[in-house]
């Protein structure tokens, strides 16, 4: 078997650091919230979310593939762009990095606002059900965006990077504040850890994958004679 490029040391601090990074700054922006009494506010939470995932993307495409997420690894393993190897030990640094980021952000603001945890704060009969639906929803919408740019148009690393940031940017806005909004596995382990899980972890980690995992064995149903 011929050795996965991606399967260096240096690839693996990359994504341990932007995973760091991604739970840093969007959890972060909701302690921070909660620490200046809301005024900062959901579209402050959004922006942050996208502007630091914009910026991993582009800033570690090009050695890592910026994935900063499991699914996103997965779906890179299933298409044939990292082996399994590489994708096991991608997510292993991912979540370490998301622990680790977590615990510095109590640290830094102490236990406030759930270590910016996700969390399914709907009002509703049902709401942990509707909101893992909400995530699975989400999160089909950026993976689809992410198989359109990468394999189905190929393209630019700057395209891929503008609308993922814009994606999460808008879903983070409107539905970040209602059921969480984390679209991705990494973005909820740490918090959720260094708050001693205060509930609903479940959803922001099932929710995401099984999304991203359907999204990418349908494109390979649909182009499985189409070279990736």
Known sequence: MKKCKYFTLTNFILEFVGSFLLVFFAAGAVMANAFYNGSIGQLMGGLSSGIILFTLIYTLGNFSRGHVNPAVSYMEYRVGVIQF?????????????SICAGYFLKMIFGNIANIGSNLPLLKVEYNYLISFLVEFILSLILAVVIIIISYIQKGSLITLSLC????????????GAITGAAMNPVRAVGPHF????????????????LAYVLAIEFYKFLYSKKKI
């Not at 190897?85 to 990095?97: E, R, V």
């Not at 993922?164 to 539905?175: A, R």
């Not at 260094?194 to 994958?209: D, K, M, S, T």
């Open 164 to 175: 993922c940031g814009l994606v999460v940017c808008v879903e983070v806005i409107v539905f």
């Open 194 to 209: 260094a708050a001693n899980f205060p509930g609903g972890l479940w959803i922001y980690i099932f929710g995401p994958i």
């Open 85 to 97: 190897n590489t994708f096991i030990f991608y997510s292993f640094f991912q979540i370490l990095g």
